[in-house]
């Protein structure tokens, strides 16, 4: 059994903004798993926000060896020494759960939503993202995301109301809004999410920075849509002390650590009454297919990482009509475009 990784950069369709910064190239890394001819793949999609970068992706993967295990289905065995190898790192980690994920899909010839018996008709919709641009640009996008029925827009900067007003001249569709960490009072972010619940916003993610917590049950109780945790919360320990700050969680499978703390996270919300979320990086297909597998058992997909870029190596999951569409594909449903 052994694991490779290549690093690749994903090109962007254009130049992509948020409260924290802007970038034109996403570096991603591919981990391929081989082990009795048949080969799983997943992929890292570091964030520098998590302190994680191509170079400690890289770092960590040499540490990971794979040769002293020889039973890629015995997950918790061989997780529990990748996480315990050190602390964070949870985009590197999370490409070896993908690649096993993924070559257990193949050796078993189905779809990781068959195994784990999920209704794949089921057609979650998702949201396309609306970086932060000129306010010309931004009605270019909003033009371009035609086929999306929901637009998530990155808010969290001086001009949030002109961003919303803008979109709003050119659509009518449903507005969900990420403001990244970037209001800094829970008194801003107070008149802020008033200001867009009278724009028939559905609900606002990671209103406050992760380190303000604390303050989110007092922001909960001034407003009246679902705010959701993002930066809040990374894998499924987290979720418990968020219960009174939040009303859902977005899980990425870079943050939780791929899948297999994916879906604990799925159920663990679910069971305290929240809501949950599917959110991404900046991905391939691989990530995107990956995290669509848990889609029957979401509340909302943001799963538009790999369509905001122009050099996907691999084709998975698809959207029709703004929906995400799983196919019969084993693994992740992924192939080498
Ligand atoms: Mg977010």
Request: aromatic share 6%; with cysteine; glycine share 8%.
């Amino acid at each position: 059994m052994n694991i490779t990784a290549t690093p690749f950069d994903l090109r962007l369709r254009h130049t992509f903004t948020i409260s924290r910064g802007s970038r034109d190239i996403e570096p991603c890394i591919l981990t391929e798993f081989e082990h009795e001819g048949i080969v799983g793949y997943g992929e890292a999609a570091p964030s520098a926000r998590y302190g994680e970068t191509t170079d400690t992706v890289i770092a960590f993967l040499r540490r990971v060896d794979l040769r002293r295990f020889n039973d890629p289905f015995d997950l918790d065995t061989i997780l529990a020494y990748v996480g315990g190898l050190a602390p964070g790192n949870t985009a590197a980690k999370a490409s070896v759960d993908l690649a096993l994920h993924d070559w257990i899909g193949r050796r078993l010839g189905q779809p990781l939503w068959r195994l784990w018996g999920f209704d794949g008709t089921k057609r979650l919709q998702t949201s396309f993202t609306i970086g932060i641009d000129s306010l010309p640009l931004i009605e270019k996008k909003v033009r371009e995301a035609e086929p999306y029925n929901i637009l998530k827009v990155k808010v969290g900067v001086p001009n949030d109301e002109e961003i919303i007003r803008t979109i709003r001249k050119v659509t009518d569709k449903l507005i969900r809004v990420d403001a990244n960490e970037g209001w800094s009072t829970k008194e801003a972010a107070r008149d802020k999410i008033l200001w867009l619940e009278e724009q028939g916003v559905e609900f606002v993610e990671q209103p406050l920075p992760a380190a303000m917590n604390r303050d989110m049950p007092w922001l909960r109780a001034q407003v009246h849509i679902p705010l959701i945790a993002d930066e809040s919360v990374m894998v499924l320990s987290d979720i418990p002390g968020l219960r009174d700050a939040f009303d859902g969680i977005n899980i990425k499978l870079m943050k939780s650590t791929g899948l297999r703390e994916g879906l604990r996270m799925v159920h663990a919300a679910q069971a305290m009454g929240m809501k949950v979320m599917l959110g991404c990086m900046i991905e391939s297909s691989i990530a995107i297919s990956a995290a669509a597998q848990l889609s029957p058992v979401a509340d909302y997909a943001d799963l538009d990482g790999n369509i905001l870029t122009t050099n996907d190596p691999f084709s998975g999951v698809r959207v029709e009509e703004g929906a995400l569409v799983l196919n019969y594909a084993p693994g992740l449903g992924v192939e080498r475009r």
